[in-house]
């Protein structure tokens, strides 16, 4: 089976023509709406706004609407999809000098043509046919996502409602934030991936699970799915490595390093318990209000998904922090300790399960080369996550379970 090019006439738009109408990025960044849809892949331009009520992925393709979406691009879709690109080509991007517009695209060598994704794929692809492998659907994750949400609103009800036992309760709230965990990670990380479900309606409910436990689905999927998957481990690009000057924590060679770095060994873990609750109640405000998480711009945001972010926040509010206060047989202090225990479990089991993948001295740290202008890496993109990643406890049911499947790191950002 022949590999489909990138220099396929395919690409191309369908009236043939060679010459092509050239755009700014920044003019291209203006159509960043479901109803004005521009995309940059692999240098050219698309309008694919007549596309987006029919996409299979349904709103996922509004991830970087206005931006460069070669990797994301690449990353969701089988290689047959390339052959409908060339349709809604209308150009291609110019170079801009503009380093503020530019951050946000790195060129990795062989895009659109990188042997080893493009193989990769192609066997991929022949062994879900072979074995009538349905690429987002699994008969285990409906009930297990019930199951979780289940657990994760009973122990939140008995932790702060029902025995009137401290002790019982603290344990409960052990409980409550392993669950809320468990929503994270094997829940709304494939929802938000849009690897959940077929119907895009159950998916798109399921990613937005994520804001029931306080966290923003928008931000997260801006953050995650956009930043740290296009450019991992990438220092200046990847916003789940990103540091300030000075910062508490130093993740590559590369960043600013004090003498107190000694010893992150030894506080980071403590620290790393208060990941959740910093997402929750710092974070996603701050890029509310300033439009970016780290290096990544975040885009104009829809209705629906303002409504959900300041829905989801109004509502942990009140369950979080109003019921208990009023109506709890623990006074606020107590609460407050529940709470906090609750979000060291939930900051801890996240940080170890993400950071064993990438935050290891098995993993790469790339460095991107700005010598010519655009910036650019010396190896493919699919290259890239290999040499980023790790895998870990591959031979374990229980921990495949336990983490989602977060355990083939590897595979999953391929």
Known sequence: ??????????????????????????????????????????????????????????????????????????????????????????????????????????????AGNELFYMTLKERVEAYFEKHKVIARFHPHMLPKSLLIIVGYVLFYHLTFFRPQCFALSFLFALAMGYFAAQICISITHDANHGAYSNMNWLGYLMGNVLDLVGASSFMWRQQHVVGHHSFTNVENYDPDIRVKDPDVRRVTYKQPIKDYHSFQHLYLGALYGLLGMKAVLVDDFVAFITGYIGPVKIPKMTSLEIGVFIGGKILYTIYMFVLPSFFSHHNLYLCAVLYMVSQLILGWTLALLFQVA???????????????????????????QVRTTTNFSTNSLLWTHISGGLNYQENIQL
């Open 358 to 384: 990438h935050v290891v001295p098995e993993a790469a740290f790339p460095v991107v080369d700005s010598s010519g202008g655009r910036p650019k890496l010396h190896q493919g993109w699919a290259a890239l």
């Open 1 to 110: 089976m022949a590999l489909p090019s990138l220099d396929s006439e395919e690409t191309l738009p369908s009236n043939g023509e060679l010459s092509l109408k050239r755009y700014s990025m920044e003019a291209v960044s203006k159509h960043n709406t479901p109803n004005d849809c521009w995309l940059i892949i692999w240098g050219k331009v698309y309008d694919v706004t007549s596309w987006v009520p029919r996409h299979p992925g349904g709103m996922m393709i509004l991830l970087k609407a206005g931006n460069d979406s070669t990797q994301i691009f690449e990353s969701y879709h089988p290689l047959y999809v390339r052959k409908m690109l060339g349709r809604y080509c209308i150009g291609e991007v110019e170079e801009d000098t503009d380093n503020s517009l530019r951050c946000s695209s790195i060129q990795y060598r062989e």
